[in-house]
Every structure is written in structure tokens, then in C-alpha cells.
């Protein structure tokens, strides 16, 4: 394939591995072989090419063998330059960083990119996002507090799970943080305190909320709870319980009430809200055996006046929910493999995929902007994902340690 980079990529590419040198610290001493700029760009190798280590890096080293020119004056530097670190080496500085640390660092190199993408418009208007769990298959033997149990999936039955907060506005489908949940944080107590923690990273990044929207599995009083202290506009989907399938069915027979007010939990934990109540549209050739399997509900906190008036652009406004499950289906292409039990590594890998999906996006939102389409009027983007990851890698391999190809030709 012949890369045509253009002068965008090649500004984010320089963007990116500055942002990442000055934000990452791993770990290296004086006398090493490897510096920290080469673990960076394997690390990132790895991600783009979604390879184990192993396997990885040699590809690694013969690209870099194929695309340096061995007549250098140098002969040292061009003999480093045409190898890349090992798997075990590139572990090892991995594992010496901390969690904690790992935490940090990469929150802060997330934040930097949504802070470039704020200040080239992307949260002009206040955006909808979405809040959902993920679960990335675990084969492993040895189950930590970070391993889940679940449904039967791809051959296994434990998970890594990860609670995201992602825009799923057009055009602008930045990641804003993702969590870690571990094994005792599944309960409603524990997932509301991470609802909090997501909305409060949204905040502290500048980014302006319009509308929260949650799956059934957040229908839980004590998230309900957390979002209406929040203060921001959510829709939630009512799990069809015993006192929403009445209300459904009063709907269905009066045609009135399609938004009541609507409660959850007894005596000081009672809260209320407004339950919207909706009629799918008819799906052919399924056979309707329950008349409730027609209707649906959504709690959310608007006014009663406000949630009538768009009472029939909420379905579709909860439609943009699968935004983040084609995210979702999209992370794969930006995650490095591993078999390695250590939920360090699993973490970095995990977050710096945050990191370079969020530059992909950053890079779609440039180009749209340079075709003069608005942000909302984005229906396909500019450059796919493997489109993406090809000309990043071509540029770690070629551009990495002499400049930009064009000046190097």
C-alpha cells in the first residue's frame, strides 16, 4: 500500500508522541538499551497492530530493518534503530509501573486529547453521552478481584469489565473515561459511585452534558438517585417490573399518561421521577404474544411540560445509545493482546487503547472540519479505523526517529 500521509496525521502523529513523552514516565536507567521513546513506540506498535508482544515486535524489527537504510555514517545508532525490544523487555518496564501510576498518567494523557479537541470546537454544543459495562473475555486460570463472572461467552465465563462514559454525538465519539470494575462492584451501591465518577470526569474536562442514557441494567434506585444529584438530564430504561407493567397496560387502555410521575423504594430512600411510556413500531413477521412485548418506558428526570413536548423524540434520542456499543466492537482495533495475568499490564493496554482511539476520532473531527461539514452532519467518516492504523504505524516505522517522510525522501 502506498502511504499518501497528509500533513494533518502528521501534525496529530507529533501531537501524540510529544503528548506521550512528556505525559508517560516508564521506567529506565542510564545504561539501558532501549529508552523510553522505543518502549513508547511499541507499545504502540502493538495496540495499532492488535498482536501479542511476541509475536509483535519481531514484525517490529523487520519493518524497521526494511525501512532504515543501513549506509548511515552512524553505523551504531542505525544498527538501534533497526531493532525494536523484545516481548520480555517490554513487560518488564510495563509491570514496574504502578496501577496507581498507570492511572494517572494515562487519565492526564486522555484529558490532553479531549482538551485539543475542545479547543478546536468539539464541545461548542452540549453533546449526549452514554454510560454502559463492557465484558472482555478472560481465559485465565487465576481469577484476581478484577475478574467477573458472567453468561456463557466466546468459551469462558469470566470477564474483565470496564463502566465507559462515551459521546455519542455525531462526529465527536470521544471516550471520556473508563473504569475498572472489579468482582464486588456490581451491586447498586457500588455502580452509582461510578456513574458519579464518570459524570464528574465529564465535568472536569469541560465537556457539556445534554442527556445521560443508560441501559436496564442502571434501572437501580440508587443510580436513579445519583443521577438526579448529578443535575444531569438522563433517560433510562424501566426494567418491566410488576408496578411499570401497570402502568404500561393503564396506558395501553385509557391512551392517557403516556409521561406520569413515577416512584422507586419506600419510607427516606423513595425517590420520584417521570416515567415515559412508548409504543415500538410494528416489527414484521414476530408474532406478538403478550401485548406488553409492544411497549416500553424510560425514567428520566425532565419536567413533566418538557418531557411531553419531546415526548415522541425520546425513543430516538435513546436510539444514539448504540453509539457506544459500535465503539465497542471498534475497540478491538486499537487494543494490544495479551495471555499475561497481570492486571497492570491489562490496564495500560486497555487505557492506552482509550488514548489512540480518542486521537482517530480527534483526526475524523479534523477532517470534517476541513470539508466544511458541521460536527451533527457527519454520517461516515472521513478515515476508517484500518485506514487509520496503517498510516500510524507506517509513520512509527519511518518517521519515528528522522522526521516527517516528505523530508526525508
Not at 411531553?308 to 430516538?316: D, G, H, N, S, T
Request: charged content about 30%.
Amino acid at each position: 500500500m502506498a502511504h499518501d500521509v497528509s500533513r494533518a496525521l502528521m501534525w496529530l502523529f507529533t501531537f501524540s508522541l510529544n503528548l506521550a513523552q512528556k505525559t508517560l514516565n516508564i521506567p529506565t536507567r542510564y545504561n539501558c538499551t532501549y529508552t523510553q521513546r522505543d518502549i513508547l513506540r511499541a507499545l504502540t506498535f502493538l495496540s495499532l497492530e492488535t498482536d501479542y508482544a511476541e509475536g509483535g515486535l519481531k514484525r517490529l524489527t523487520k519493518k524497521l530493518r526494511r525501512a532504515n537504510n543501513p549506509k548511515e555514517r552512524h553505523r551504531k545508532q542505525a544498527k538501534k534503530r533497526r531493532q525494536a525490544p523484545n516481548s520480555d523487555t517490554l513487560l518488564l518496564r510495563l509491570k514496574q509501573i504502578s496501577r496507581q501510576k498507570a492511572k494517572g498518567m494515562l487519565s492526564k494523557l486522555n484529558r490532553q486529547v479531549l482538551s485539543a479537541a475542545k479547543g478546536k470546537g468539539a464541545f461548542r454544543k452540549k453533546v449526549i453521552v452514554a454510560i454502559d459495562l463492557t465484558f472482555i473475555p478472560y481465559y485465565g486460570k487465576k481469577l484476581t478481584q478484577w475478574v467477573v463472572g458472567g453468561k456463557p461467552k466466546k468459551g469462558t465465563s469470566w470477564f474483565h469489565c470496564w463502566a465507559t462514559l462515551r459521546i455519542v454525538s455525531s462526529g465527536r465519539r470521544f471516550t471520556i473515561k473508563a473504569c475498572p470494575v472489579k468482582r464486588d462492584e456490581l451491586d447498586a451501591e457500588a455502580m452509582a459511585k461510578i456513574v458519579l465518577e464518570l459524570l464528574a470526569e465529564a465535568k472536569a474536562c469541560g465537556v457539556p452534558i445534554d442527556l445521560v442514557l443508560l441501559d436496564k441494567g442502571f434501572c437501580w434506585r440508587k443510580v436513579i438517585a445519583a443521577l438526579k444529584a448529578s443535575g444531569c438530564k438522563f433517560l433510562v430504561a424501566a426494567k418491566r417490573d410488576k408496578h411499570v407493567k401497570e402502568a404500561i397496560l393503564d396506558y395501553f387502555r385509557t391512551e392517557k399518561g403516556q409521561v406520569r410521575r413515577f416512584s422507586k423504594g419506600k419510607g427516606e430512600e423513595k425517590i420520584t421521577f417521570n416515567l415515559s411510556i412508548h409504543r415500538f413500531k410494528k416489527r414484521r413477521r414476530r408474532r406478538v404474544r403478550n401485548i406488553l412485548e409492544l411497549y416500553g418506558a424510560f425514567a428520566t428526570n425532565l419536567g413533566l411540560k418538557a418531557a411531553l413536548r419531546v415526548w415522541e423524540k425520546l425513543p430516538e434520542d435513546y436510539r444514539r445509545r448504540w453509539g457506544i456499543e459500535t465503539g465497542y466492537r471498534v475497540d478491538g482495533g486499537f487494543r494490544a493482546k495479551t495471555t499475561s495475568t497481570d492486571e497492570r499490564l491489562r490496564f495500560i493496554y486497555y487505557q492506552h487503547m482509550v488514548f489512540l482511539e480518542n486521537l482517530w476520532t480527534l483526526h475524523n473531527m479534523g477532517e470534517a472540519k476541513r470539508q466544511h461539514i458541521s460536527f451533527d452532519g457527519v454520517k461516515r467518516l472521513s478515515v476508517k479505523g484500518k485506514e487509520f492504523g496503517e498510516d500510524f504505524v507506517h509513520l512509527l516505522v519511518t518517521a519515528f526517529d528522522r522526521g516527517p517522510p516528505w523530508l526525508t525522501a
